[in-house]
């Protein structure tokens, strides 16, 4: 602002020259008397002589705290004069969790259970010989015999008593025949193939008395 002052008489001094008024020129009290119309601002440059400023607001510069858990990481001014970059980490691993415990680790992992077969004085996995079927989803089916011979053979009854010695087996006893020969009746509607009995809806006649009687008993069969 004092550039002002000097310029503006510098230029009132030039116009004076080209005018012709030399005369005046060598009184200062002249060129005093032509700026003294001047704001006081012109004159002085100062901020504080200017009229209508205004109102520039305080700048606060409060301190900013970055916290990670309650536990500072670090702090920053609100009118720094300069970038700062605060970094917050996070766990990577287990360990640094504050705990820090409660976990199962790789080294302490139990081992593999493999389940042990069963024996006659210990539990254990079963598994079927042929007779038993075990499904997909854990149904247990037990296989029936298609023949007489094929099925696992009883040696007892449901008392306990052994019968090995008491029943007859298969080979003992003689086929179902309704084609043998005599002069009596023969059975008819029962037949016999391969151990398995077969009777036929109907009456089924059976002779009694001998090989050769003629009277036999009828029994109808649903």
């Not at 116009?15 to 009290?29: E, Q």
């Not at 858990?69 to 009118?79: I, S, W």
């Not at 969790?97 to 077969?117: C, D, K, Q, R």
């Not at 179902?176 to 077969?198: E, F, N, Y």
């Amino acid at each position: 602002m004092m550039k002002v002052k000097g310029i503006f008489a510098v230029s009132f001094i030039a116009m004076m020259v080209v005018g012709g008024a030399y005369a005046d020129i060598a009184s200062s009290g002249y060129v005093d008397e032509k700026i003294d119309g001047l704001a006081t601002v012109a004159k002085t440059g100062a901020y504080g002589d200017l009229s209508g400023r205004p109102t520039i607001p305080t700048v606060n510069n409060a301190t900013l705290t970055i916290q990670k858990n309650g536990a500072t990481v670090d702090t920053f001014t609100a009118n720094a004069s300069a970038n700062k970059t605060i970094n917050i980490t996070v766990p990577t691993t287990t360990s640094q969790l504050t705990n820090n415990s409660g976990f199962i680790t790789a080294a302490n992992l139990p081992e593999e259970y493999t389940l042990p077969v069963a024996t006659a004085n210990a539990l254990g996995g079963v598994k079927s010989a042929g007779d038993i079927t075990v499904g997909t989803d854990g149904a247990v089916t037990v296989n029936s015999a298609t023949k007489a011979d094929s099925a696992t053979k009883a040696t007892q009854d449901a008392s306990g008593n052994v019968i090995t010695s008491t029943y007859a087996t298969k080979s003992q006893i003689t086929a179902l025949d309704s084609t043998s020969t005599g002069t009596g009746a023969v059975v008819t509607g029962v037949s016999q193939t391969d151990g398995k009995v077969t009777v036929t809806k109907g009456n089924v006649e059976i002779p009694f008395g001998g090989r050769n009687a003629t009277d036999y008993v009828a029994i109808w069969v649903e």
